[in-house]
T-cell receptor
């Protein structure tokens, strides 16, 4: 299965660092995606991890531990515009030459002054 | 280049009616996926089309159907609407639709928000 768990809500202060965790079932692992979704807008791609370790992209970093079934998204120097939902997603091989993305329910991050 | 376009953006229907939603993928993208997003369940996979063929289907009743045209545009239809069908319906496209997941990142449209009264 691909049950994905992440916290429902988080609040952090502008300028601070926040870590959003995601756990998933390790069977049939094909990497892990993070998407950002502002209220009323389309989800947008942030990162894809398939190997263990930390990948940094500017203020955003994503970490993966395959053995632990664990990932996190790290947001540094938080800005008000980072207030959004962050979605963790795992691809499942559908056996039809394609992958089906299973999403967690998302973590709603509120950045306060 | 233009992103994924979904129409209509908002619509209101009553129970028992049917609805058709449209999605135009990014030019050159051949894979189109549909998701239902609700506050309680998050994003749930409906189905995926590639080259006019449905390749994958999620765990939704037969009232939910879709199709893809030769120009890769896709439509989904929901018949006999129920109150629980109120949701944001998201369409996403990817380029090749095959190969590693990292090479087929989904690009989402802004969605069609359906309210069933």
């Amino acid at each position: 299965g691909q049950n994905i768990d992440q916290p429902t809500e988080m609040t952090a202060t502008e300028g601070a660092i926040v870590q959003i965790n995601c756990t998933y079932q390790t069977s049939g692992f094909n990497g892990l995606f993070w998407y950002q979704q502002h209220a009323g807008e389309a989800p947008t791609f942030l990162s894809y991890n398939v190997l263990d370790g930390l990948e940094e992209k500017g203020r955003f970093s994503s970490f993966l531990s395959r053995s632990k079934g664990y990932s996190y998204l790290l947001l540094k120097e938080l800005q008000m515009k980072d207030s959004a939902s962050y979605l963790c997603a795992s691809p499942r091989d559908s056996g039809a030459g394609s992958y089906q993305l299973t999403f967690g329910k998302g973590t709603k991050l509120s950045v306060i002054p | 280049k233009a992103g994924v376009t979904q129409t209509p953006r908002y619509l209101i229907k009553t129970r028992g009616q049917q609805v058709t939603l449209s999605c135009s993928p990014i030019s050159g993208h051949r894979s189109v996926s549909w998701y239902q997003q609700t506050p309680g369940q998050g994003l749930q996979f409906l189905f995926e089309y590639f080259s006019e063929t449905q390749r994958n289907k999620g765990n939704f009743p037969g009232r939910f159907s879709g199709r893809q045209f030769s120009n890769s545009r896709s439509e989904m239809n929901v018949s006999t609407l129920e109150l629980g069908d109120s949701a944001l319906y998201l369409c996403a496209s990817s380029s090749r639709g095959q190969g590693s997941p990292g090479a087929n990142v989904l690009t989402f449209g802004a969605g069609s928000r359906l309210t069933v009264l």
